[in-house]
C-alpha cells in the first residue's frame, strides 16, 4: 500500500470517530431516562406535559422545579444540574392499563405516535459523511501538487505540465524570423512523426536539442511550436521544479519524469531555463554534494544511462551556455545546440507581420522601414513595439494604428517614456547643445550609423535627450576605425559643451560610461592596441567559483596598468579629433542646437538639409 492510500485510510478513519462524536453530542438531542416508577409518580403530581406514547416508549417533557420530596435526592441532583425549565426524557412503556385513565386526571396532554427513527437517522450520517468525501477529493486532486495533503504524498512527483497538440495553440507558422531554427525543429518533429524514414541506412534519432540565446529570441516560443506540431505528449517545466529543500527530491522528480515520457512514448520533455539545474558541477567550494548535483547526475544518467529511452527526445532552452556542465554538452545527450540568434532585418519585418496580424495597420504603415528602425531587437521588442502602438492609438481615439503610432512606440521602448520637466533656458541649451554635437559628429565621421531623429525631449529615469541612429544593414564585424569614429560620436557631446560654453555638464555621463566600456574592449578583447599585441585579458566568459564573485585575474599588475594607458590613450585621440572636428563645422553645430530649441525634435531630412545648406567655416 502507497502511502496515498495509507494516509486516505487514515483520514476516513478520523472522519468516522468525528462523525460518531458529532451524533453523540451535537445531532442527538439530550434525552433523560426516567424509570417508569417515576414517571407515574410524577405524572401524578403534575410534573409531565406533551407526552408521546409509542410502541416501546414514552416521550415527554419534565418540569424540573418542585422535584424535592418526590423523588431520591441523588435523582433530583441528576434531573436539575443542566438548571431549571423543561427537560425532555424518555422511559419504557410498559402494561399499564390505568395508564390512560391517570393521565385525564392529571390533565396531560398525550398522544399515540407510530416513529420511523431509520430515516433521520440514515440522514444524520450519510449528509456528513458526503461532506467528508469531497473534502478527500478537494484535498487529493486540487491540491495534489501545490500543497496539503497531496502535496505532501507528490513532494517526489514531476511538476511537468502534459500538452497535446491542441492546448499549446502555437503552431511553426507563428514563428518567424529564425527560419534556421525553426528548420532544426522541424526536423525533430519529423523524428518521432517518421522515425524509420531517419534509420533506414542505420542513424539514430538524437536524443536531445539545446536552444541557446540571448533572452527574447523566441526560444519557449519554438518549444511551444514543436508541442503544436508533433501531436505527441510534451511534458514541459523549468529547471527551477526540480530543486527543493528536501534532500533527494529532485533526482526522485528527475526519475518520475523520464518514468512519465517512457511511458507516453512517442514523447518530448522540455525543459525551460536549463542553466538553473545544469550549472557546472565544482563550483561550489562550500561542498560537492549539494541537492542541486545529485539532481543534475540523475539527469545525465537518465539521458544516456544504461536505460536507453526510445521515442524520448529532450529539449531544454538556456541563455547562458557557459555556465552548463561539459556532460551535459557532449554528443549522446544534447546532440544538437540550436542557436536562436537576433533577427536580421528580413526577420524582424517577418516577426512584426506575425504581430501586426491582429492589429489594425493602417496603409500607410510600412513594416519594413519599422524593421529598419530596430537593428538589434528581438522577437519580444517587436510584439512590445506593435502593442505599444495599438495602445497609444486607441488612446488617441484612431480607427488604426499608423506611422507615427509605431515611432513614438519605438521611442518609448529605446528611450522610455516621455517626462514633463521644468528646465531653465540656460538648460535646454545645453542639452541641445550636446545633442546636436552627437549628431554632427554621426553625420559627418565615415563610418557610422546614419542619424534618424534628433530629441531634446526628456524620456525615461535621466534621458534629456537623444540622438537616434539607425544602420542601413545588419552587422557582424566592425573594424577598427569604425570603433574609432563611434568613440567619436559618444565623446561629440561633451566635446561640444566644451567648444560651445567652454564649460562641461553631468549630462555626458552615460556616453561616458558607454565610451569606457567600448574601449576596453577595443584593448583588452579585440586587439586593437599595438602595445597590448595580440592578446585578450576577458577570461574568455568564465566565471568565478561563487556566482556575482569576481573571476580571477590572469595578468599582472603591469599588464592591467598598461591596459588602463592604452585606453586612455585612445580616448584621449578620439577627444581630440571630434574637437577638431565639431569647431571646423561649429557653424552646423549651433544652427542644428538652434533649430532643436525652437522644434525640440529634428528628423533626418532637415538634418541632411542642413548638411547640405551650411558649409564649413
Not at 451524533?23 to 433523560?32: C, K
Not at 529539449?315 to 536562436?340: C, H, K, S, Y
Not at 547643445?433 to 534628433?454: F, M, R, Y
Amino acid at each position: 500500500m502507497d502511502k496515498k492510500h495509507i494516509a486516505s485510510v487514515w483520514y476516513f478513519l478520523a472522519a468516522f470517530l468525528i462523525l460518531t462524536a458529532l451524533q453523540d453530542y451535537v445531532f442527538a438531542p439530550h434525552v433523560e431516562t426516567l424509570a417508569y416508577g417515576e414517571f407515574k409518580t410524577l405524572v401524578e403530581k403534575g410534573k409531565v406535559s406533551d407526552l408521546a406514547i409509542g410502541a416501546k416508549f414514552i416521550t415527554g417533557r419534565l418540569k424540573r422545579d418542585g422535584l424535592e420530596g418526590l423523588l431520591p435526592k441523588a435523582r433530583v441532583e441528576v434531573l436539575t444540574k443542566s438548571g431549571t425549565g423543561e427537560q425532555q426524557f424518555m422511559t419504557v412503556k410498559v402494561d399499564d392499563p390505568t395508564l390512560v385513565q391517570d393521565l385525564r386526571q392529571a390533565n396531560v396532554n398525550f398522544r399515540g405516535e407510530v416513529t420511523s427513527t431509520w430515516l433521520p437517522t440514515l440522514l444524520s450520517w450519510l449528509v456528513p459523511m458526503g461532506l467528508f468525501f469531497l473534502i478527500w477529493r478537494f484535498a487529493f486532486k486540487k491540491l495534489g501538487g501545490g500543497g496539503g495533503l497531496g502535496g505532501l504524498m507528490a513532494i517526489g512527483k514531476s511538476k511537468a505540465k502534459v500538452y497535446v497538440q491542441k492546448d499549446t495553440g502555437v503552431t511553426f507558422s507563428d514563428v518567424a524570423g529564425i527560419d534556421e531554427a525553426k528548420a532544426e525543429l522541424v526536423e525533430v518533429v519529423e523524428f518521432l512523426k517518421t522515425p524509420e524514414r531517419f534509420q533506414r541506412l542505420g542513424g539514430k534519432i538524437p536524443k536531445g536539442v539545446l536552444l541557446v540565446g540571448v533572452p527574447g529570441t523566441g526560444k519557449t516560443l519554438l518549444a511551444k511550436a514543436v508541442a503544436g506540431e508533433a501531436k505527441v505528449p510534451f511534458f514541459s517545466l523549468s529547471g527551477s521544479d526540480f530543486v527543493e529543500m528536501f534532500v533527494g527530491v529532485g533526482a526522485a522528480r528527475v526519475r518520475d519524469l523520464f518514468a512519465q515520457a517512457v511511458q507516453h512514448a512517442p514523447s518530448i520533455i522540455f525543459i525551460d531555463e536549463l542553466d538553473a539545474l545544469g550549472k557546472a558541477r565544482g563550483m561550489n567550494p562550500l561542498g560537492g554534494h549539494d541537492e542541486r548535483e545529485q539532481t543534475l547526475n540523475q539527469l545525465l544518467v537518465e539521458m544516456d544511462g544504461f536505460d536507453t529511452n526510445n521515442g524520448v527526445i529532450i529539449m531544454a532552452a538556456t541563455n547562458r551556455p557557459e555556465i552548463l556542465d561539459p556532460a551535459l554538452l557532449r554528443p549522446g545527450r544534447f546532440d544538437r545546440q540550436v542557436l536562436v540568434d537576433r533577427p536580421d532585418l528580413k526577420g524582424r519585418e517577418a516577426i512584426l507581420r506575425v504581430h501586426a496580424k491582429g492589429v489594425t495597420v493602417a496603409p500607410e504603415v510600412d513594416l519594413a522601414t519599422i524593421a529598419a528602425k530596430t537593428s538589434g531587437f528581438v522577437g519580444a521588442d517587436l510584439a512590445n513595439i506593435v502593442n505599444e502602438a495599438a495602445l497609444l492609438a486607441a488612446r488617441q481615439g484612431k480607427e488604426a494604428v499608423g506611422m507615427a503610432d509605431f515611432d513614438e512606440a519605438i521611442d518609448r521602448v529605446v528611450a522610455g517614456l516621455k517626462k514633463t520637466r521644468v528646465m531653465s533656458a540656460k538648460e535646454r541649451e545645453i542639452v541641445a547643445t550636446h545633442e546636436a554635437g552627437h549628431a554632427v559628429a554621426a553625420a559627418c565621421l565615415p563610418g557610422t550609423d546614419p542619424v534618424s531623429k534628433i530629441s531634446i525631449v526628456s524620456r525615461g529615469i535621466a534621458a534629456l535627450g537623444y540622438t537616434q541612429q539607425l544602420p542601413t544593414e545588419d552587422r557582424y564585424l566592425m573594424t577598427r576605425s569604425e570603433l574609432f569614429n563611434r568613440l567619436c560620436v559618444l565623446l561629440g557631446g561633451r566635446t561640444a559643451e566644451e567648444i560651445v560654453f567652454g564649460d562641461v555638464s553631468t549630462g555626458a555621463q552615460n556616453d561616458l560610461q558607454r565610451a569606457t566600456d567600448l574601449v576596453r574592449h577595443m584593448v583588452a578583447q579585440y586587439g586593437m592596441s599595438e602595445k597590448i599585441g595580440l592578446m585578450t585579458f576577458d577570461g574568455g566568459g568564465r566565471t568565478g567559483l561563487l556566482p556575482g564573485l569576481p573571476q580571477p585575474r590572469e595578468h599582472s599588475e603591469d599588464t592591467a596598468r598598461l591596459i588602463d594607458a592604452e585606453a586612455s590613450r585612445i580616448l584621449v585621440e578620439a577627444h581630440v579629433k571630434v574637437s577638431a572636428l565639431l569647431t571646423d563645422k561649429r557653424s552646423l553645430l549651433e544652427e542644428l542646437a538652434r533649430r532643436l530649441l525652437e522644434k525640440e525634435v529634428v528628423e533626418r531630412d532637415e538634418l541632411q538639409a542642413l548638411l547640405a545648406g551650411v558649409k564649413p567655416s
